[in-house]
């Protein structure tokens, strides 16, 4: 069956230095990936997408990687602040398609 | 102002009850969602309304009832609830049709006693 990602996993990370959010998925239809933010009580955010055809995409403090030899995305985030303390989930879709499958997040704790 | 609001936000109810929670969306989108995250966080689509129409129905079963009167609303009624129909239920919207960026609501946590 299809599966994006892992079960909840928790990175620690010192204030300051960068994390790094890794995600697997096995669909190898699925060629539009997406990152979202979950903070405590509040619903996921959208962070960062990136399509097939690219390999790397930069936003503000974030980057996302997509490896399709291996099925891997990764979410890289400078400078990790306080603020970035949440679950982050990577979520697979096709081009066009309107189902949106999300992986099982993982846990960033931000040491001050 | 709010993008995408739900009521209520929390929700306790006891074995059997039928329940709704309701969804609004100011953002002028064209599809609406509704999405499950059970305890261990896993979020699992389970509806999916574009200007009205249902499109996406992931095997739900046929308690949950999904309404959308018109494509700023989708709302949700669930019938004969049951200890593990105790979540949080998330409504979301986006633009046109292709699931990408979906703009949630803060959530509904249903407990069922």
């Known amino acids: 069956g299809e599966n994006v990602g892992l079960h909840l996993p928790t990175l620690s990370v010192q204030e300051g230095d960068n994390s790094i959010i890794n995600c697997a998925y096995s669909?190898?239809?699925?060629?539009?990936f997406i990152w979202y933010k979950q903070e405590s009580g509040k619903g996921p955010q959208f962070i960062i997408d990136?399509?097939?055809?690219?390999d790397k995409r930069q936003g503000q403090r974030v980057t996302v990687l997509l490896n399709k030899t291996v099925k891997h995305l990764s979410l890289q985030i400078a400078a990790t602040q306080p603020g970035d303390s949440a679950v982050y989930f990577c979520?697979?879709?096709?081009?066009?398609?309107?189902?949106?499958?999300f992986g099982g997040g993982t846990r960033v704790l931000v040491k001050p | 102002d709010t993008a995408v609001s739900q009521t209520p936000k929390y929700l306790v109810t006891q074995m059997g009850n039928d329940k709704s929670i309701k969804c609004e969306q100011n953002?002028?989108?064209?599809?609406m969602y509704w999405y499950k995250q059970d305890s261990k966080k896993f979020l699992k689509i389970m509806f999916s309304?574009?200007?009205?129409?249902?499109?996406i129905n992931e095997t739900v079963p046929n308690r949950f009832s999904p309404k959308s009167p018109d494509k700023a609303h989708l709302n949700l009624h669930i019938n004969s609830l049951e200890l593990g129909d105790s979540a949080v239920y998330f409504c979301a919207s986006t633009v046109g049709s292709e699931a990408g960026e979906l703009f949630f609501g803060e959530g509904s946590r249903l407990t069922v006693l």
């Open positions: 979520a697979e879709n096709r081009a066009a398609g309107n189902k949106l499958t």
């Open positions: 669909n190898s239809a699925s060629d539009y």
């Open positions: 309304y574009n200007n009205k129409e249902l499109i």
């Open positions: 990136i399509r097939s055809n690219m």
């Open positions: 953002l002028g989108h064209d599809t």
